[in-house]
């Protein structure tokens, strides 16, 4: 039989000339940690937290071994990832959403996610895509660096030492914390912030913090990665400014700042030039979710971290500062030529959605009167299996049916603080939160953007078939109902160029799922 592999060069998903096909093992495992001085059981991706680095080249393909050796009764113990981003044309399977793309995998099993990066570029990351499972510590970064990136004169350092991820962190496991949330209706208050995987609590030890290291007269592209199931964190560097040129994979027309709002799962690119005298000065990211008074843990101040110039002594900054200054925001970033600013035009959309979004029944969500439940069959597997029309899908309420080509605009006018996450898409932010401006020549264009009490409107093109997720990506919320899915051009999935690949221990998932013992699912 082929291999998947194969299957993939013979359709044509993966240039066999231009691309390396990366294999990689990802062994997925509970491990005892303490990023914040605090030791838990995690789950991990490789031992750590983050995750094991997923580090590859434009035009890279993947085979992603992941071997589930989840064996600890007080976690969720099957898996599911995604690989936040991607488009996954043609692999909606290997997107990674349980009962979305796929059926969890099993304990002891190891299944393969196989795809191109075809051609995307930029910072990405991979999480754990079932209940609140990544909040336990299956998180990491996963990069495509382009040798000829039309941004590389603005900067001249671009490695693994200069990707930054941000995270909260909780000292209880994810499904007691989810217990309490669903008993008090309180969103879990994490009891720290993380920068690179470190940080502090108040009344715990002083863990060293992660430093960053740079040479006097450099310039550096600092990849931020909100890696985080809650806050978001107002980046700064004291004394110094940056100059943002991407969001979420998308390069963008260079706009300097001195901090930034990021979003969970957003990524910022922003160059920093070391032209400061030679010391140490803070990184800050203090995170906004959730009152500290509702945590005695949690002290949002303590999550910071340390530029260090070569020559400066190994020592605690002494600065001062904060998140003053510019703030970056959405509306001032335009994509970069390359990148096709506007290419949806201003004409009207072909469907408009108009998402309400409502809190009937607390602590569930609903958008437009219904709250989101996973489905008993996976949405892809129900378009693969010939669901066609919205009364094809179960539940059919919560599948929005959308067909090939189509404009679509989304809407979404409010209620509270929400960062939407679109699967197998970026999207054009034609109108961002709170604004009356509009903006189809040349909005910034990325894959998660925040809902902040006020109407905010985003436009894609339906040019990918598959199963796509549209959620908030707090990830407590999401567990409460604050999603749909698209189901987009369900005849194409099945028959045509764009059809899905759909390997075999893909379709073996939801029989070995449906067979464990509740407490192994």
Not at 157 to 163: A, K, Q, R
Not at 205 to 210: E, G, I, N
Not at 347 to 371: H, K, M, V, Y
């Amino acid at each position: 039989m082929l291999s998947l592999t194969a299957c993939l060069l013979a359709a044509g998903a993966i240039p066999s000339v231009l691309s390396a096909l990366v294999e990689i093992d990802l062994p997925v495992f509970n491990t005892r940690v303490s990023p914040d001085g605090f030791e838990r059981d995690a789950i991990t991706a490789g031992g750590g937290v983050p995750g094991q680095a997923i580090i590859v080249n434009k035009g890279d393909s993947v085979d992603i071994a992941l071997h589930n050796q989840l064996d600890d009764p007080s976690m969720r113990r099957s898996t599911a990832i995604h690989w936040h981003g991607f488009f996954q044309a043609r692999t909606s399977y290997a997107d990674g959403p349980a009962f979305v793309n796929q059926c969890p995998i099993a304990p002891g099993d190891t299944f393969h996610y196989v795809f191109d990066t075809a051609g995307q570029t930029g910072s990405y990351w991979y999480h754990s895509h079932l209940s609140t499972q990544y909040c336990d510590g299956l998180r990491g970064v996963f990069i495509v660096y382009d040798p000829d990136d039309p941004q590389k004169d603005l900067y001249d350092v671009d490695d693994e030492s200069t990707i930054i991820t941000l995270a909260d962190w909780y000292h209880d496991v994810a499904p007691d914390a989810q217990d309490d949330f669903l008993k008090s209706g309180t969103v879990p208050i994490p009891d720290s912030g993380l920068i690179n995987g470190r940080g502090r609590f108040v009344g715990g030890p002083l863990v060293p913090y992660a430093v960053v290291n740079v040479e006097k007269g450099k310039r550096y592209r600092l990849r931020l990665v909100s890696i985080a199931c809650r806050p978001f964190f107002t980046f700064s560097i004291d004394n110094h400014e940056f100059t943002a040129i991407e969001l979420d994979g998308v390069g963008h027309d260079p706009v300097v700042a001195q901090n930034v709002d990021v979003y969970a799962a957003q990524r910022v690119s922003v160059v920093l030039n070391a032209n400061q005298p030679v010391g140490n000065y803070w990184i800050r990211a203090p995170p906004t979710g959730g009152n500290p008074n509702g945590n005695p843990n949690f002290d949002p101040q303590l999550t910071k971290a340390i530029l260090r110039y070569a020559g400066a002594p190994e020592v605690e900054p002494t600065t001062t500062g904060g998140p003053t200054g510019h703030k970056l925001t959405d509306a001032e970033m335009h994509p970069i030529a390359q990148e096709g600013p506007g290419k949806l035009g201003d004409g009207p959309p072909d469907i408009a959605f108009n998402l309400q979004i409502t809190q009937p029944n607390p602590p569930f969500f609903d958008i437009n009167g219904i709250s989101y439940i996973s489905p008993p069959v996976p949405v892809l597997l129900q378009i693969m299996s010939g669901a066609a029309h919205p009364m094809d899908f179960l539940p059919s309420s919560q599948v929005l049916l959308i067909e090939a080509n189509q404009t679509i605009e989304v809407s979404i006018p409010g209620g509270g603080a929400h960062p939407f996450h679109l699967h197998g898409h970026n999207f054009d932010i034609v109108r961002t939160s709170n604004s009356d401006v509009t903006n189809y020549v040349n909005p910034a264009r990325r894959d998660v953007v925040p809902v902040l009490g006020g109407n905010m409107t985003f436009r894609f093109k339906a040019d990918n078939p598959g199963a796509w997720f549209l959620h908030c990506h707090i990830d407590w919320h999401l567990e409460v109902g604050l999603a749909v899915v698209f189901a987009e051009a369900p005849a194409a999935n099945r028959a045509g160029p764009h059809a899905q690949i759909t390997p075999d221990d893909w379709l073996a998932l939801c029989p070995k799922y449906d067979d464990l013992d509740p407490d192994l699912q």
